[in-house]
C-alpha cells in the first residue's frame, strides 16, 4: 500500500536513463546512490528535455492532490498549468533558492516519487505558499511505505537539492541544508502533522496518514526519518570529434567515474554530521554548464515558453 504517485506517467522514462554501478554510500542504514542523464543531441546534454519534464508536472508539484481534484470537479484541469506557473511568478524569480522556484526542488520531488516511490507529502512550492508560516527549510517532504523489499520501514523522507557547477560543492552545500532539516525536525514534522489531511481526498491516502502519520489519540506514528538529495553538476566532458552514440559512453564512463571518487566522500559527511542514524537516497544528475541551464530552464518554465 502506497499514497497516490502524483508525477505524471510516462514522462520521467522519456527523459532520464540510468547508469549502473557498485559503489555503496552506507553499510549502516539502508539507501542508495543513483546516476542518470538526459537524452544527448549533437554532442550536447539534451536540456530541453528537462524543461518539457518540468513543464508537465509543474501543476503535480505546485497543488496538493485536494487541490487538483477541486479543478477536475469544476471541470478546470486545462487551467492548472496556467495557475500554477502564475503561483510560481509571484513567488519571485526563476531559479530563486527556497522559494520553490529553482530546479533542484522541483528534481528532488520528481526523482522521490519516481524512482524512490516515496509520494509527495508537500512539495517545495507549497512549503513556502501554503505552509510558509512555519518557516520549513527542508527543499520537499515525502513519505515511503514499508513493501517489505526495498522499503523495510516506513519513513518520512526529508528532500534537498543543490545544483552547482562542482560536484564536491554540490555534495557539501546539499548537507548544510540536511544539517538545518536535522535541527529542525520537531518543527518539521508538527508542521506535517497540522496541515497534511487536508492536502489529501482519497480516502485509501488517508487511511494511510492517519495509520502511520497522524494517528488518532492514544496512538504512535510509525515512521523513521529519512533524506533524499537531488545533485546537479557541470559534466566537464567534450564531444568533440565524436558520434552521439560515442559521447552517451562516455557520459556513463565519467559518471561511474564520479561516483567512485564521491561515494566514500558522502559516506563521510554523513558520520561526520552524526547522521548515520539515518538513510539517504542520493540523485546525481549531470548537465552541460550547470550554472547557466539551471536558471534558463526555470526561466523558460515560468515564462511559458516550453515546446510540449
Known sequence: MNLTKTVKNNTFDDCFTEVDHTESISTVRPGSM??????????????????????????????????QEQYENAGNL????????????????????????????????AFLEE?????????????????????SVTDGIH??????????????????????????????QAFDTIVKIKEHEDSEIYMVEKTILDRFYDEKDLAILKEYVVPDEG?????EVSYGVFLGYTLGLQA????????????????????????????????DNGLENHAFYFYLL???????EKK??????????VDL
Open 34 to 67: 543513483r546516476l542518470f542523464y538526459l537524452n544527448v543531441r549533437s554532442g550536447k546534454i539534451k536540456i530541453s528535455d528537462l524543461e518539457k519534464f518540468a513543464m508537465l508536472n509543474i501543476g503535480r508539484y505546485v497543488f496538493s492532490r485536494a487541490k
Open 78 to 109: 486545462d487551467a492548472v498549468m496556467q495557475q500554477a506557473l502564475r503561483i510560481m511568478r509571484k513567488r519571485g524569480a526563476a531559479d530563486a533558492k527556497g522559494t520553490g522556484n529553482e530546479l533542484g526542488e522541483i528534481m528532488v520531488y
Open 115 to 135: 524512482k524512490l516511490k516515496a509520494h509527495k507529502l508537500l512539495s517545495k512550492i507549497e512549503l513556502s505558499t501554503d505552509a510558509s508560516q512555519y518557516g
Open 143 to 172: 513519505f515511503l511505505c514499508a513493501d517489505g523489499n526495498a522499503a523495510l520501514y516506513n519513513q518520512m523522507v526529508f528532500g534537498a537539492s543543490n545544483i552547482v557547477g562542482d560536484i564536491i560543492d554540490a555534495i557539501d
Open 219 to 223: 496512538k504512535k506514528a510509525n515512521y
Open 240 to 271: 568533440a570529434g565524436h558520434t552521439d552514440d560515442e559521447y552517451r559512453e562516455m557520459i556513463q564512463e565519467k559518471m561511474e567515474l564520479d561516483a567512485q571518487q564521491h561515494a566514500a566522500y558522502i559516506a563521510k559527511k554523513i558520520k
Open 286 to 292: 549531470p548537465l552541460n554548464d550547470a550554472e547557466s
Open 296 to 305: 534558463s530552464v526555470m526561466e523558460h518554465v515560468l515564462e511559458g515558453d
